[in-house]
């Protein structure tokens, strides 16, 4: 697949904002609203308004936009905050634990709260949406401990997936690391991400989820790469490991 740079496309402008990297769409909602961008020279203030990028001017504080520099990161998430840009709860984020310099990334899907381990972010949106698009069926590997003895017949149910909540679970495939009475070590592996997929399938087959971790997201892999920490990698290489250049 050969990697291609988006055509001109018609989109509002605070959504154009958010996927060239420059803010998220409540940030720019406002500088919207404050009066502060210009389109062709003519001052809006409905976010609303449509864009035709890259074939219209668009300016912040008099100061036209470009595309920004495309970048990816691979982060190590910690246990105990969320994968949003800001929470109405006031809970830790992300954003609170890597460097402002960074500029505007996104999350390549989530990791829940109570979830650790390998988090993509780029301000790429193809590559997001390559990674994060069921047909691709891009692998997403985890290591779970749950509660109780999880045996081969488990293991099959929850490849053959189940209903809950009015969507299908399912796991691509399940390996039985240590089982116990007390609990049990996997390895998972998802190629999608639904909604707690693995917590929610897992606890329907009568076994809690206690210790989530992801360590690999397609070619990507955690590794030794400490809680916290983060690692970029050039755009180039991401899309040669992706096969998209």
Sequence with gaps: MTYKAPASKRLTVDRLFSKLGIASRGTSQEWISAGRVRINGRVVRDPATWVLWPKDSVSIDDQPIHDSVKRFF???????????????????????????????????????????????????????????????????????????????????????????GGERLQCHTVKIQKSSGRESHLEVVLIQGKNREIRRLFKALGHEVTRLRRVQYGPFKLEDLPTGAWREIPIEDVRTSLRLS
Aim: aromatic fraction near 8%; proline fraction near 3%.
């Design 74 to 164: 691979l982060f190590h998430k910690p246990k105990g905050v969320i994968t949003t840009h800001s929470d109405e709860k006031g809970r830790k984020t992300i954003f609170d634990v890597l460097p402002a310099d960074l500029g505007y990334m996104h999350a390549v899907g989530r990791l829940d709260q109570a979830t650790s381990g390998l988090l993509l972010l780029t301000n790429d949106s193809v590559l997001s949406s390559y990674l994060t698009d069921p047909a691709n069926k891009v692998m997403r590997t985890y290591l779970v401990t749950v509660q109780g003895a999880f045996t081969e017949t488990y293991a099959t149910e929850a490849v053959a997936g189940l209903v809950n």
